[in-house]
DNA sequence: CTGAAAGCGCTTACAG
DNA sequence: CTGAAAGCGCTTACAG
């Protein structure tokens, strides 16, 4: 493997010129340039990442937790999240190390990977409410980008989408289109994003003097979306219209309004989230789904670049996101059946 | 953060000695090396791998390309492998580094991760029948070693269980228990370990004079098992046993033998292999399911170890490993209907 | 615009 | 048993 030294005795340069006209600076003349960066093409140059690091100070290398549900219900979005932020710290010369969380204490992976390695700085994902990594990393002054909220006022960088406007929007949407019973099938309360979820549901109709029985919050399975559904809609004033988490539930919703018999949206409406996941998706349901979305994918670049920008000194308030889900109508929403037989 | 510097200022001993006190080579003092460790740990100092990365020429990171299926049905296994590996690799300081396989070309995510980085070898995972990334990696003279096996004669580092002999077993033991028409539910064939089932599978039928019409290869869900048993089942003459690639396969044809009114296993055997995921566990059948066995995360560790040995040098002939399932037999098979009625 | 020098934190022959 | 020295391959003040 060529180095520095060999493109420098190559040309009579010293090591320092060369190093400078690959890294791009500004003083050093453009023949210079040119012939160095031709040589060190010849030679096949490839800059040795371990000795940059050493005198850098940084190892190129940030961490994630990976959390093993026995329910496995995470795959879908922790294999998006992991491609998208692995091309990501990819395109700056930076590795995605991973450690697997087996454990009770939540902290303790974080804990062995800075014990035992050069971690420049952490990316945390599914928050819990109040995500006590926070307070271990912030206290030990490590870097670190959150994706999502886990509190209302977070004082490190962070990116995500305002969960609470998600549900208030798609409520309030079909406030707007007659629907006064309306269910939640939500996520399990103890991730972050479900939480605010719910809060955003709760808030918005109560905003709108309506009654809120109808909520389940639960593991995104099709298989519970199907089951909660089918057991409100046995309900003698069953809901008119479902907010669903996800896709995935809004699939099991679907089907249990089928088997009662209903059609979506002549009797049902159905509104889901939807994270742009390569499996289920809103476009295939038949009729297509009115979701809000927010592909997941579409955070990884901003999350690789905050944590970098991070570590190059931005101060954390400067890096702190939250998003607007975007609103995409489709067929499976519509007036309830109550108003359209009063308005004709 | 404290260095090798400053413990040898505090104790007013060269770097050397401190280095070797550390490292535990033989010739330090006991005394010497009693209170360089003791100050080490008051001064909590942790080397630091970058530097040591550095002087001994490796990276102390191992590379693995993760394929993303749109189908996911690898998943289960794939993260069953990463928190294996990433334990495994840990207790030898090593870091596990992932790219992700977007794209059509398979050796490409290779060819970016050792341009981009220093990788000191890889882990290859999930086979297809002679890989493509194996002639790669040999080509170059990159140490790496396979899980499973893509051909008859490796020529390098590789670990797996012998899949012929899967099928074999299996077939062979129906075989004792009266069976004729067996059937074979396999994995998709571009996987090397399904293809290695079916020759395994064929032969071993051929052997015992036994039609091979009811073999099925397609991707692993349950619902693919079920389809699959349903339409053998409904045949003028049905197999009277089952093997499956996996657990989760066997799930779906148990529901087949359910829902056509046959019981398990006094009309229909069933047989599957078992990688011992935490899901859909052969225990929790009813009956229990006949399996042979060999649980995925048992491989882990020697993949690991089997790759920094040969970093270290060990050749390959020497870490060449094909074990044997385990033949598990518990209530899903018993002897054919027509033993019985002839034996009576 | 270029070079000589120091240094990042280790390891390891080579002496003694 | 311990130390002084060289070196891994870079980067970056400091001179000129």
Redesign the interface.
């Known amino acids: 493997m060529a180095t520095l030294k060999d493109i420098s005795a190559e040309l009579g340069l010293s090591v320092a010129t060369v190093s400078r006209a690959l890294n791009g600076f500004p003083e050093v003349n453009i023949k210079t340039r040119n012939k160095v960066k031709e040589t060190a093409d010849r030679l096949g140059y490839?800059p040795?990442?371990?000795?940059q690091?050493?005198v850098t100070g940084r190892?190129g290398?940030v961490g994630m937790i990976?959390k093993?549900k026995?329910d496995?219900s995470a795959?879908?979005t922790f294999?998006e999240m992991?491609?998208g932020l692995?091309?990501a710290l990819?395109t700056h010369?930076t590795?995605?190390?991973?450690?697997?969380d087996?454990e009770a204490d939540p902290v303790l992976p974080y804990t062995?990977l800075l014990?035992?390695?050069?971690i420049d700085g952490f990316i945390l994902n599914a928050p819990v409410p109040n995500d006590p990594r926070v307070n271990y990393l912030q206290e030990r002054g490590i870097p670190f980008v959150l994706h999502g909220q886990d509190r209302r006022e977070p004082t490190y960088p962070n990116y995500g989408i305002d969960n609470l406007a998600v549900s208030a929007d798609a409520v309030r949407m079909l406030f707007n289109l007659g629907h006064r019973r309306i269910a939640l099938i939500n996520g399990e309360l103890h991730s972050a994003y479900a939480a605010d979820r719910l809060d955003g549901f709760r808030d918005a109709m109560t905003t709108l003097d309506l009654s809120t029985v109808n909520i389940r919050n639960d593991a995104v399975f099709e298989s519970h979306g199907y089951t909660h559904a089918l057991d409100m809609l046995a309900q003698p004033s069953a809901p008119t219209a479902f907010v669903c988490a996800t896709t995935v539930i809004a699939a099991g919703v679907v089907q249990a309004i089928k088997d009662r018999g209903f059609c979506m949206p002549q009797d049902v409406s159905v509104i889901a989230h939807d994270d742009a996941l390569?499996?289920t998706r809103a476009i295939n349901f038949d009729p297509a789904l009115t979701v809000t979305r927010a592909p997941l994918r579409d955070a990884c670049v901003p999350l690789a670049e905050m944590l970098l920008a991070h570590l190059n000194g931005t101060p954390a308030d400067k890096l702190q996101v939250k998003l607007n889900a975007e609103m995409i109508v489709r067929g499976s929403t519509g007036p309830t059946p109550e108003r359209k037989v009063d308005g004709t």
């Not at 590795?95 to 697997?100: K, T």
């Not at 014990?115 to 050069?118: I, K, L």
Request: hydrophobic content about 50%.
């Open positions: 490839r040795n990442r371990i000795a690091r050493l190892s290398m990976v093993i026995p496995m795959d879908q294999f992991l491609t692995t091309a990819a010369e590795d995605l190390v991973l450690a697997v087996q062995k014990e035992r390695d050069v390569p499996l």
